[in-house]
């Protein structure tokens, strides 16, 4: 997304809101959260969708369409009390869904992007689109382009050597009794610092304190089912991929890419490869090392 010169300019995306920041969506390196971040991209969506269809009309068919996938790329950080704004357009459209592009400024900055793809669905699984959304869609788009369509692939459990229990909420409920997608968006966070602290701690190195910082650069969930949550699940984690099940049903899978920064001076990050001319990071080689199986 970030190699499209046109993803970070303001004019080209028809619907724009002003959107607040919290001081409680701050996280440990003191700029905000990646996953409050995400959920800021997803108000952007919503509130175009109150534009196109209505209030009435949207409440009645958030049930049926929803996300199959999100991807969010992480330009630059952000920050608390500063607002953000936040711009939505219609990228693609066919019989099976549609893709909208989203981005967030702040202070005139890109700090993020964002696409999504929407899809109809029905007793948990992907459908045809109905006909009056993708007409109202339509009427909308300024250009189209080919979608993507989600490919069928489900992972198996046993693809990941390593796997967390959660227990789920009642604040993971969405308002259609759903599982919703920050809920989704903390559960991929969870495994991948999970993981991570248990990377850094086997290398010595302190992720809170020490000279390096990870910081999250892109952020992929593909949503298989939407489903009611179950009473607890099951993380299942590699290096590579991280999975999110509901008792022996995979619901989504995501991908995660982290970059190493420097903890400059006044909080300041700067993007760093921990490699040097001569060897890598305790850190760098744990993650090119680590098996969970061992």
């Known amino acids: 997304m970030k190699g499209n010169a046109w993803r970070q300019n303001p004019g080209y995306y028809r619907f724009g809101a002003n959107l607040s920041t919290r001081y409680f969506d701050m996280d440990l ?8 971040l995400q959920g800021l991209h997803g108000k952007g969506r919503m ?81 045809l689109l109905p006909e009056q959304v993708r007409t109202r869609l339509e009427s909308f788009a300024r250009q189209l382009e080919d979608s993507i369509k989600p490919n069928g692939a489900t992972s198996v459990q046993a693809e990941y050597p390593w796997s967390l229990s959660l ?5 993971d409920l ?55 949550p179950s009473l607890s699940f099951a993380l ?3 290096v590579s991929r991280v999975g999110v099940y509901s008792g022996n049903e995979c619901i989504a899978v995501a991908e995660n890419v982290m970059v190493f920064v420097d903890r400059a001076v006044a909080g300041r990050l700067k993007f ?20 969970f199986r061992s």
């Open 29 to 36: 390196e003191r700029h905000m959260n990646n996953v409050a």
């Open 47 to 127: 509130l175009l969708h109150v534009e196109l269809f209505g209030r009435n009309d949207l409440l009645a068919m958030t049930a049926a369409v929803r996300p199959v996938s999100f991807a969010t790329d992480s330009l630059k950080v952000s920050h608390f009390p500063m607002p953000l704004r936040c711009g939505v357009s219609l990228t693609g459209i066919d019989v099976h869904g549609y893709t909208l592009a989203s981005v967030l400024f702040q202070e005139e900055r890109c700090v993020g992007l964002q696409e999504c793809r929407m899809a109809a669905w029905k007793d948990g699984h992907a459908v």
């Open 236 to 238: 299942a984690i590699m």
């Open 167 to 171: 227990s789920s909420r009642y604040g």
């Open 272 to 291: 760093r490869t921990p490699c040097g001319r001569s060897s890598c990071s305790p850190a760098h080689r744990s993650l090119r090392k680590l098996d």
């Open 174 to 228: 969405d308002a259609d009794g759903l599982l919703s997608e920050p809920a989704l968006a903390r559960y991929v966070e969870q495994a991948r610092v999970s993981t991570l602290d248990d990377v850094m701690a086997r290398s010595g190195e302190d992720s809170e304190c020490g000279a390096l910082g990870l910081l999250v650069a892109h952020v992929g969930i593909r949503v298989l089912h939407h489903v009611p």
